[in-house]
């Protein structure tokens, strides 16, 4: 497959189905872990962790004192194993994991 002409795609999952299926199923989330003045922490990605293994689908709130861009964020968050990026609108990340168990998704 080729690079995103858009770099700052490259931390996305490949569109597909499955894509549009979880961008439609986050709408309605929540923010669960959100990142502050601190930036993306061991804590935060320890938090985000035990979230997507409770729900498996996450949204993530990045604050306006947050050192790192958007983009940035997005970066750490993807270099998590098994962690695929659905969508990054404005300050809102989608996060989502596949649970081989009890998948919602697939």
């Known amino acids: 497959m080729s690079e995103p002409e858009n770099p700052r795609k490259r931390a996305l999952m490949p569109s597909n189905a499955l894509r549009a299926k979880l961008r439609g199923a986050g709408h309605a989330l929540s923010a669960i872990v959100q990142i502050g003045k601190e930036g993306t922490t061991p804590a935060v990605l320890k938090q985000l962790r035990r979230a997507l293994t409770d729900h498996e689908l996450v949204k993530v709130k ?3 004192e ?3 861009t ?3 964020t997005a970066d750490l968050l993807a270099a998590e194993s ?3 990026l659905a969508q990054i609108l404005g300050r809102t990340i989608l996060v989502y994991k596949h ?6 998704y697939e």
Do not use: A, M, N, W
Not at 99 to 104: G, I, L, N
């Open 70 to 72: 958007r983009f940035e």
């Open 99 to 104: 649970d081989p168990v009890r998948s919602r």
């Open 82 to 84: 098994d962690v695929q």
């Open 62 to 64: 990045i604050g306006q």
């Open 66 to 68: 947050c050192p790192e």
